[in-house]
């Protein structure tokens, strides 16, 4: 008998994305087909208390201060470690990774505990100037996953959506995020980073005065914060 037909690209799995099945199943095709390669890997294992720029990843160069230092918990996480916003606006409390994220595709991928509030998210950020001022976020808050754009130290959200599942302050999400810098674009999303749960894209090219700095910035102390960051060339 004739052989059966090749399975379709991509087989979707809910409404939402039967809308796009094809650009989504194109992609979801080629990330399959990739196996990344690891560049920085930081667990934050060290002491309570560590500050990050005294930290040591597993993986790729030191943190260095951009806003207010980060810290190390018991829980394994970086943690503003004061009250109140740190340095303020724009850059509360932040450090830079020792990692090089210019040039072909990357895979930033992480955990996060829950965080509260009402404007200003915790996560990773990319495509910062020097001094912060410029810059995007993808983060968290109130359980929903923002773009935060920065543009001459304001910001402006762009949502991607509600968490599905229910965070806490304490533990990480039961799932990881990740983002996808490809050129000026860049996806956030949550899940299994080659068929994710949730997931949009951020178009920067209109965007002013970026630069290539990479970190993480997060508001203020109380939530475990970020677990088991992780960077690689796709």
């Not at 965007?207 to 992780?230: E, K, V």
């Amino acid at each position: 008998p004739p052989p059966p037909p090749p399975p379709p690209l991509f087989q979707a799995e809910d409404g939402i994305r039967d809308v796009a099945g094809c650009l989504v199943g194109s992609e979801m095709c080629i990330r399959d087909r990739v196996t990344p390669v690891p560049l920085f890997n930081d667990t934050f294992t060290d002491t309570e208390g560590t500050l990050m720029s005294a930290h040591t990843p597993e993986l790729g160069g030191a943190w260095t201060i951009l806003g207010a230092d980060l810290g190390i918990t018991a829980a394994n996480s970086a943690q503003a470690r004061t009250t109140g916003s740190g340095t303020n606006n724009p850059n509360f409390h932040s450090n830079l990774m020792g990692a090089d994220l210019t040039g072909g595709r990357k895979l930033i991928r992480w955990t996060s505990s829950a965080y509260g509030g009402t404007s200003l998210v915790q996560g990773p950020f990319f495509f910062s100037d020097a001094a912060g001022d410029n810059k995007v976020t993808c983060g968290i808050v109130s359980n929903t996953m923002r773009f935060q754009v920065w543009q001459g130290a304001s910001f402006t959200d762009e949502i991607v959506g509600t968490i599905p599942d229910t965070g806490d302050q304490n533990t990480p999400y039961p799932e990881e995020f990740f983002a996808i810098l490809d050129g000026q674009t860049l996806t956030f999303g949550y899940g299994d980073w080659v068929n994710p749960t949730m997931e949009g894209t951020l178009d920067t090219s209109s965007l002013t005065g970026l630069g290539t700095g990479a970190g993480l910035i997060l508001r203020a102390s109380g939530p475990d914060g970020i677990y088991n960051l992780s960077v690689a060339d796709i």
